[in-house]
């Protein structure tokens, strides 16, 4: 049997050819769990699922959204994620300031999940498949003192926006797949970057790629006033 929720959106974020949204419930007072909806498609990327009824507008961050949701789906340390039913269109339920999100903001004492493991071009941002898949979550809300994103070439001539950031004594350099964050750099040269102040971040585990047996931290979103 299907069931509705209401969620703050706080990831519409790029995924394959589709999107990945995420957000924490909302009751118009107070934040509960992070719901991820997912899609039966094999990496549960999200394509016209996510568009609202009537006006077929992808939702913006800090939207809120009603959606139906069909049963719980966890892989792996994404326990938060839930099958969409597709044959219920999204509602908007209006949209919340930056400012009410500091209720929700997470403030670790320690690494983001584990660290110790970086690719060629990052820093702390992945994490062995064994290891990610005894976590218990996968999404994170965080406002770092100060980040700097920066475009450049990264394996194969694919051109990616990392941000660089630190956070509880611990730095990263994580892959940002925030469609927003990406058009800003699209005209750009690589080496151009963009430096914000307390920005909110939503942090993402993805799900495991099998041919690197491993997770990979991910910038989700990234808000600021």
């Known amino acids: 049997m299907s069931y509705t929720k209401r969620i703050v959106c706080f990831a519409n974020s790029r995924k394959l050819t589709g999107r990945c949204v995420a957000g924490r419930e909302w009751d118009g007072l107070v934040f509960g769990p992070w719901i991820r909806p997912v899609s039966a498609r094999e990496r549960g990327e999200l394509t016209s699922e996510r568009w609202y009824d009537k006006t077929w507008r992808d939702p913006r961050l800090l939207d809120v959204i009603e959606m139906e949701l069909r049963e719980p789906r966890p892989s792996g340390c994404q326990t938060e994620n839930h099958l969409v039913d597709r044959n219920v269109r999204w509602k908007n339920f209006g949209h919340i300031s930056l400012r009410a999100v500091s209720a929700a903001i997470d403030r670790p004492s320690g690494p983001l999940w584990t660290n110790g493991d970086s690719t060629g071009c990052g820093r702390n941002d992945r994490v062995p498949a064994p ?12 406002q770092p003192e100060h980040l700097v994103m920066v475009l450049g070439a990264e394996g194969e ?6 941000g660089r950031f630190s956070l509880a004594g611990h730095d990263y350099a994580l892959v940002v797949t925030d469609p927003v964050v990406e ?15 307390c920005p909110v971040l939503c942090i993402s585990l993805s799900e495991r790629f099998p041919s690197q047996n491993a ?11």
């Open 215 to 225: 997770c990979y931290k991910l910038i989700a979103a990234v808000m600021s006033a």
């Open 157 to 162: 001539g694919r051109r990616r926006v990392r």
């Open 131 to 142: 290891v990610a898949e005894r976590e218990e979550y996968s999404l994170t809300l965080v």
């Open 183 to 197: 058009q800003k750099f699209r005209q750009s040269s690589d080496g151009a970057s963009i430096e914000l102040n």
